[in-house]
């Protein structure tokens, strides 16, 4: 997979010679415009919108392009190691698939096209609870995917929404344990949807229309809560009820820690405090997010959280991150600033919405091909050794500046 990672620009540029192209921007960051030409209109509204007038989004970027990479030459970074250890497995990049809900909105494949796609690259992948397929089909999907691969170490990992009723969120998360999920994803910055207005201009939320509630509806202790027979309206009536639970609150996390011994994260976490308080109450790790700039307008970045959550739990605590991601030179600035691995999350939906599977393994062949490059033009020689010395902010730079790679972590 290193081979392949390293060789793509080199087979891309073979195969031009014979009048072949890639079958979708190499670009990453124009994967939107392209997936806008081939969505409805909703559907575009639905994968790119973003809250209110879209600041928060627009933060996550600037973010990002504040910091320069500020490589150092003669490293003898020839060959370089992108694995990265989480919760005792071993992965072939500090990268995942986050959790994206409703995924048939752009694909009538959905969650099972991502999923095929991210086994083809060999990348993890979170599975929203919000799945247009239920737990137990894309688990079964990654399982036959895997068969007959070299590897079958591929983790996956699901993404609660904690309902309002206890019983349902038991029954997702002994589901997810029985087929074999690793870990547990509580997203916690979403205790109601955010104003979107690109949906609110079109009256459109998936969900009410059927998508991306599978698992609920093939939940027991869901359907134990309607009258027999129950279907098309009073079903989603009943998920309108069920899903939104905007009461959840810290003291509620020791019950959901009692109830599994998988590693639990907590993802949507930007205030140091909260990142010490989902500690202390049993979580193993958090993510550092803003949903991607999909809840709060006019929310920090979440770049610019990631240092000082990462300085409150230390350096042996799993802290992953999300919101704005989009290349690999993007992916090295998190890791620098203090992130374990990202979760990559939009320009892969465009992917899946383009060429399904083979779109959403392009995006992430792509991606890694740009990070393995990153790593090589910075002398670096693992994502191990990244430390905020290969980071210029802007402006001169100092008298003196420290190595851009140090020793591996030890997290």
Same mark, same amino acid.
């Given at each position: 997979?290193?081979?392949?990672?390293?060789?793509?620009?080199?087979?891309?540029?073979?195969?031009?010679?014979?009048? $072949?192209?890639?079958?979708?921007?190499? /670009?990453?960051?124009?994967?939107? !415009?392209?997936?806008?030409?081939?969505?409805?209109?909703?559907?575009?509204?639905?994968?790119?919108?973003?809250?209110?007038?879209?600041?928060?989004?627009?933060?996550?970027?600037?973010?990002?392009?504040?910091?320069?990479?500020?490589?150092?030459?003669?490293?003898?970074?020839?060959?370089?190691?992108?694995?990265?250890?989480?919760?005792?497995?071993?992965?072939?990049?500090?990268?995942?698939?986050?959790?994206?809900?409703?995924?048939?909105?752009?694909?009538?494949?959905?969650?099972?096209?991502?999923?095929?796609?991210?086994?083809?690259?060999?990348?993890?992948?979170?599975?929203?609870?919000?799945?247009?397929?239920?737990?137990?089909?894309?688990?079964?999907?990654? !399982?036959?995917?895997?068969?007959?691969?070299?590897?079958?170490?591929?983790?996956?990992?699901?993404?609660?929404?904690?309902?309002? !009723?206890?019983?349902?969120?038991?029954?997702?998360?002994?589901?997810?344990?029985?087929?074999?999920?690793?870990?547990?994803?509580?997203?916690?910055?979403?205790?109601?949807?955010?104003?979107?207005?690109?949906?609110?201009? $079109?009256?459109?939320?998936?969900?009410?229309?059927?998508?991306?509630?599978?698992?609920?509806?093939?939940?027991?202790?869901?359907?134990?809560?309607?009258?027999?027979?129950?279907?098309?309206?009073?079903?989603?009536? $009943?998920?309108?009820?069920?899903?939104?639970?905007?009461?959840?609150?810290?003291? !509620?996390?020791?019950?959901?820690?009692?109830?599994?011994?998988?590693?639990?994260?907590?993802?949507?976490?930007?205030?140091?405090?909260?990142?010490?308080?989902? +500690? /202390?109450?049993?979580?193993?790790?958090?993510?550092?997010?803003?949903?991607?700039?999909?809840?709060?307008?006019?929310?920090?970045?979440?770049?610019?959280?990631?240092?000082?959550?990462?300085?409150?739990?230390?350096?042996?605590?799993?802290?992953?991150?999300?919101?704005?991601?989009?290349?690999?030179?993007?992916?090295?600035?998190?890791?620098?600033?203090?992130?374990?691995?990202?979760?990559?999350?939009?320009?892969?939906?465009?992917?899946?919405?383009?060429?399904?599977?083979?779109?959403?393994? $392009?995006? +992430?062949?792509?991606?890694?091909?740009?990070?393995?490059?990153?790593?090589?033009?910075?002398?670096?020689?693992?994502?191990?050794?990244?430390?905020?010395?290969?980071l210029a902010p802007p402006g001169p730079l100092p008298v003196t500046f420290q190595a851009p790679c140090t020793e591996p972590k030890t997290r």
């Amino acid at each position: 997979m290193q081979a392949a990672r390293s060789g793509l620009v080199r087979e891309i540029y073979l195969a031009g010679i014979g009048g $072949h192209t890639p079958p979708l921007p190499t /670009d990453l960051t124009a994967l939107e !415009d392209a997936a806008r030409a081939v969505l409805a209109p909703t559907a575009y509204g639905y994968a790119a919108g973003n809250a209110g007038t879209g600041a928060t989004g627009r933060a996550n970027r600037e973010a990002f392009d504040q910091w320069r990479l500020l490589p150092r030459m003669l490293q003898g970074a020839a060959r370089r190691d992108l694995t990265v250890s989480l919760f005792g497995q071993r992965l072939s990049a500090p990268v995942l698939l986050a959790p994206v809900a409703a995924q048939t909105v752009v694909h009538p494949e959905g969650e099972l096209a991502s999923v095929r796609g991210a086994l083809d690259v060999e990348v993890p992948f979170v599975l929203s609870t919000g799945a247009s397929h239920t737990l137990e089909e894309v688990a079964a999907t990654a !399982d036959a995917g895997g068969a007959d691969r070299a590897t079958d170490s591929i983790p996956r990992w699901f993404q609660l929404y904690w309902p309002a !009723d206890r019983a349902v969120a038991e029954s997702l998360v002994r589901r997810a344990e029985a087929k074999g999920y690793t870990a547990l994803v509580l997203t916690v910055d979403a205790p109601s949807f955010g104003y979107r207005p690109a949906d609110l201009d $079109h009256g459109y939320l998936p969900f009410l229309n059927g998508a991306g509630i599978a698992n609920f509806t093939s939940d027991p202790a869901f359907r134990s809560g309607l009258p027999a027979g129950a279907d098309g309206p009073a079903v989603t009536a $009943h998920w309108a009820q069920v899903f939104a639970n905007p009461t959840l609150n810290w003291e !509620d996390l020791p019950w959901l820690r009692g109830l599994t011994s998988l590693p639990l994260l907590l993802k949507g976490i930007l205030h140091p405090d909260d990142a010490r308080r989902a +500690l /202390d109450l049993g979580a193993d790790g958090v993510i550092v997010s803003n949903h991607g700039g999909r809840q709060l307008d006019g929310s920090v970045a979440a770049l610019d959280a990631l240092p000082s959550v990462r300085a409150a739990v230390g350096q042996s605590v799993p802290v992953l991150f999300d919101s704005g991601v989009r290349t690999g030179s993007d992916i090295v600035k998190a890791l620098a600033l203090g992130a374990d691995a990202i979760l990559y999350g939009r320009p892969y939906l465009y992917g899946l919405a383009l060429r399904g599977r083979e779109g959403v393994a $392009h995006v +992430l062949r792509c991606l890694l091909a740009e990070l393995d490059l990153t790593l090589a033009l910075t002398g670096c020689r693992s994502v191990g050794e990244l430390a905020q010395g290969v980071l210029a902010p802007p402006g001169p730079l100092p008298v003196t500046f420290q190595a851009p790679c140090t020793e591996p972590k030890t997290r």
